[in-house]
């Protein structure tokens, strides 16, 4: 026997396996009309679901923002399907293709490359999937039924090999001649997934490792109306025109050049002045809150960085330079290697910070202190240096150098409650001036 137990605390008994459908429509008539999935037990699940155990349930329509999840979840299997359609079946590879907080993407390997052009060809294909209300259904299959399936798809069978054992395997078709590895949720069918978009095409590494393939992802968004959809497109087409890229073009506030490293930037006059003055607000609000201010170096032995425990966690993200005696007599006007073998062997490693506690540390440890003296709030404008992947950064928001109000805190576990209050409280008066 299952029990339903819906929002208003009521509850519903099956015999035997149930689904969505079957408790909207014992409901109400309407519910069962406009209900396109469910919250099941904190899980997205979509109208054919089956429900084997009892739990608490939320039927969602249109109205609910998390039924977006099952439209976009949607679309993305219709973007797939017309990408094979346009391509050819076997030669396009499938990856993953889950909906997002802004819409949805799907991951491809396939010989060629598809452009910004393309898009609109794959979106046509798209269309008449969607004019000719292809259904969606769910399929549950043995593992090895599966392998059989996804033979030519080396990507689906490796998260085929990462669902444990014992764990249902399904599919979803998608009309007659696709189907895709996956838990759901979908609509009944491809017709409601009428306002939809295809917005880019970028690169992204299988599984987001660097050292795997590098696929194709086409990046889409679905909404359930047309309406909301155009509301959408402006919106994006107006955060273009204040892309921070190039307002600090337009505004002269600051480059970045190949030459002289990606991700690290120059600030000329205009953007100095601006960093400034909320580098003046930023300090006269520490004050205000007892941080004392300091300075730390910004290259350290890498041994400190061992016993601060960043050298084993995070070493793929610094940068080392190594220090040697050398003779620089003889290596006048040579400018082909830094060091030679030998002195990289003889070197002391210094790490470029990438963060600045175990310098605070060290001036906290400088003294004997004692518990009267608590707490001590220490605060620096600290540049750090991190290595991120090429592929990451992104103007001012990722980048591989940049200057951190940082503070550290040392109090007594009886002050704690009360400092992370004036942390949050600090964070809240920067988030609600800026
Ligand atoms: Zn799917
Ligand atoms: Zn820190």
Redesign the pocket.
Known sequence: MIEIELPDGSKLVFEDETNVKEIASRIAKSLEKNAVGALFNGEIIDLHTPIVESGKIRILTPKDKESLEILRHSAAHILAKAVKNVYGHDKVKLGIGPATEEGFYYDFDLPVSISEEDLERIEKEMERIVKAKEPFRREKVTREKAKELFKDDPYKLELLESIPEGEEITIYWLGEDFFDLCKGPHVEHAGMVKAFKLLSVAGAYWRGDSRNKMLQRVYGTAFWKKKELDEYLHRLEEAKKRDHRVLGKQLDLFSIYEEAGPGLVFWHPNGAIIRQEIEKWVEEEHKKRGYQRIYTPHIMKADLWKTSGHYSFYRENMFFVPVVEHDEEERLGNDEVPLTKEEVEKAHWYAVKP???PG?ILIYKSQVRSYRDLPIRFFEFGTVYRYEKSGSLHGLLRVRGFTQD?G?IFCRPDQLKEEIQGVLDYVMELLSTF
Request: aromatic content about 0%; overall charge negative; glycine content about 0%.
């Open positions: 963060m600045n506690c605070h940082d550290h």
